[in-house]
Structures are given as C-alpha cells and as structure tokens.
C-alpha cells in the first residue's frame, strides 16, 4: 500500500515563476492537508481539502497561493510568482476522514526560490 | 488552538527507556493530544494519539495526567532508529507543530 506521495521532491523556481506541487493521497484517503515548514521552524498547516472542495484555508497567504483537489488525480497546491521567502519545505498529509485520527504525511517537496 | 511546551532537547541512552514531556494547560475538553516525530528531510509520522486514559501501541505509550494539562510520551527502550524530532499536538487536523523536543540516542 503506498503512503502518500509527493512530487516533485526539490523544485527550484526563480522569482516571478509560478511553482506547482503534487500530491497523490493514501488510497481510499479522501481528505488532504497541505502544510509548510520554513527553515529552524515547526511546520504550519495551510489548507484542508476534500475532494473538489476546500474545507478550510485558513492558514494560506491571502495572495499568490492556491490548492484543489480534483475529482480525477492528485491534489495540487499552486504559488504564483514565487518570492524568496516562499521557500521551504511543503507537505502534504492525508487521513480516511474523521478528524483526530491520525495524519498520514508525504516525504515533502523542497522548494528554493533563486 | 491551545499551546503545547516541550524540552528543546533530550539525550537518552540505547536500550532505556525514554520519558518526553508535554505541558498543555490550555488544553480544552475536547482536544485530543497527539504525538509526531520526524526524522531528518522527511515527513512527520503519527506516533501515539490519545484523550484521557493512557495508551499504548506497538510504538510507545502515552500517559495523561488527570488534568490533562500535562502528557508524556513513552519510548520503552530507545534505539538509535529513535532519533528524531517529536511533537506534542493537541486538536484536530490544523496542528501546531512548533519546535518539539529533539531527542538524541546515545549507542
């Protein structure tokens, strides 16, 4: 059964680029979150996601980022015009669907903004 | 969400048992508390999650105080594959890691 799966695993993007992150839940998981990690820090969650809704954004920037999870395929969080302080390390997790039960998190996408 | 503080730090020896502290004296009635570690460039990886009793798995144990303000978890005989960082959660899904407590074994 494979665990939640993230790609790319480094994405390194420029200023101005847009950046896209993957992730393929658990099977049979159908609730995902995004969380984001800065350097030296505890990771920050961003985005709770079922399928094709969003149950709670609460922790995304305001501006510039975006998630969805599609019906077919992986859910995808998007940073447009990515600036330095975008960078660190993105993870996403999934879970069956009650909330406290336990969080099943991906390997993350390391994200560097030259 | 209610804060939890953890040791920065910990050093244990292979093979003992290991005791990591948990204040959450905020905590509400209803949050669970949870408990992560990750390893270097990795994901955090669920360990242990309870509400009042103690609990144990394959893993550690988790001992609650009566209060709830307080929890440990327990790593029965540390080994080196233990060496992380673990986090002490409360609530549901929109956790605040902070900076959890590093544990270091000693071979």
């Known amino acids: 059964n494979a665990g939640v799966m993230q790609n790319p695993r480094h994405l390194v993007r420029r200023r101005g680029q847009e950046a896209r992150l993957r992730c393929s839940p658990m099977?049979?998981?159908?609730?995902v979150y995004w969380y984001r990690q800065l350097p030296e820090e505890g990771l920050k969650f961003m985005v709770y996601?079922?399928?094709?809704?969003?149950?709670?954004e609460s922790g995304m920037p305001k501006e510039r980022f975006s998630a969805e999870f599609p019906k077919e395929g992986p859910s995808i969080l998007r940073i447009q015009q990515v600036v330095r302080g975008d960078s660190a390390a993105y993870f996403c997790?999934?879970?069956?669907?009650?909330?406290?039960?336990?969080?099943?998190f991906g390997s993350g996408t390391q994200l560097s903004v030259l | 969400d209610a804060k939890t503080t953890q040791p920065n730090s910990m050093e244990s020896n292979e093979e003992e048992p290991v005791h990591l502290p948990c204040n959450h004296s905020?905590?509400?009635?209803?949050?669970?508390i949870h408990w992560y570690r990750q390893l270097p460039s990795q994901g955090p990886e669920y360990v242990i999650h309870?509400?009042?009793s103690n609990v144990n798995n394959r893993m550690a144990s988790l001992a609650i105080a009566e209060d709830r303000k307080s929890s440990t978890l327990i790593l029965h005989r540390a080994t080196l594959r233990d060496a992380a960082v673990y986090y002490c959660?409360?609530?549901?899904?929109?956790?605040?890691f902070g900076t959890g407590t590093r544990l270091k074994v000693l071979a």
């Open positions: 996601l079922q399928k094709e809704n969003i149950i709670d």
């Open positions: 099977k049979g998981h159908s609730h």
């Open positions: 309870g509400l009042t």
């Open positions: 905020t905590i509400s009635g209803t949050d669970y």
């Open positions: 959660i409360l609530g549901t899904y929109k956790y605040i």
């Open positions: 997790a999934s879970s069956p669907g009650q909330t406290n039960e336990k969080l099943f």
